[in-house]
């Protein structure tokens, strides 16, 4: 694997987080723009493009422009900054703060050791799917019963599966290097891949661990 090719993927990954978070950030000072986002069909629109943006750069990249796919994961950071500024209303700072950062050292951590471990891990793919898939059915059965330990337990087996996701994904950009694709949209698709992981981990966190204001 090209070392300059994992770097642009972590300098596309932080320009993506930091544009989530200070759109967030930006966002959440107004207390009523978040209640307009968090209200009516606003919000569904949201995770609708979020969807639509997800499943076409990811089966449209190889054919698509360069340019075309750096504009697409930056408009996704951008609304997922939207979709998250709750979260700065939510959250004491100080606990939003620290579960960042234990976000990023598990991150971090999980990233080292997909990169160091020479087991193909391509073979735990389709229990991580599996695990992806179950997490989001007792997600929508939730909707309904109000189950506050099945909130904890969904939270805990998305974090699982979300690590795990970390891991593999790194193997895969790896892989992605050493293929025909050009270096430029390796480095997009592995950011937004690995841009996927660490949100679903800080807000697993955060559902588990996160401070709330009274």
């Not at 087996?157 to 790194?170: A, E, P, R």
Request: contains cysteine.
């Amino acid at each position: 694997m090209k070392v300059s090719t994992m770097s642009k993927v972590f300098l596309w990954l932080f320009i993506g987080l930091l544009i989530t978070f200070v759109t967030g950030y930006t966002v959440s000072i107004n207390e009523n723009m978040v209640i307009n986002i968090f209200s009516g069909i606003t919000r569904y629109i949201l995770i609708i493009a979020e969807l639509g943006i997800a499943i076409f750069l990811g089966a449209r990249i190889y054919k698509m422009k360069q340019s075309t796919a750096t504009c697409l994961y930056l408009l996704y950071t951008f609304l997922t900054g939207l979709t998250l500024s709750a979260i700065f209303l939510v959250y004491e700072l100080s606990s939003l703060l620290f579960i960042i950062l234990v976000a990023s050292c598990l991150f971090g951590g999980f990233a080292i050791l997909g990169k160091i471990l020479k087991v193909d891990l391509s073979k735990i793919s389709v229990f991580l799917i599996m695990g992806l898939i179950g997490s989001i059915i007792l997600g929508i059965i939730n909707l309904f019963i109000h189950s506050g330990p099945l909130y904890t337990f969904i939270s805990i087996l998305s974090l699982i599966v979300f690590l795990g996701y970390t891991c593999y994904d790194i193997q895969r950009i790896k892989a992605m290097s050493n293929s025909d694709m050009p270096e430029g949209k390796v480095a997009i698709l592995g950011a937004f891949s690995l841009f996927i992981d660490y949100i679903n981990i800080l807000i697993d966190l955060l559902n588990l661990f996160g401070n709330r204001r009274d």
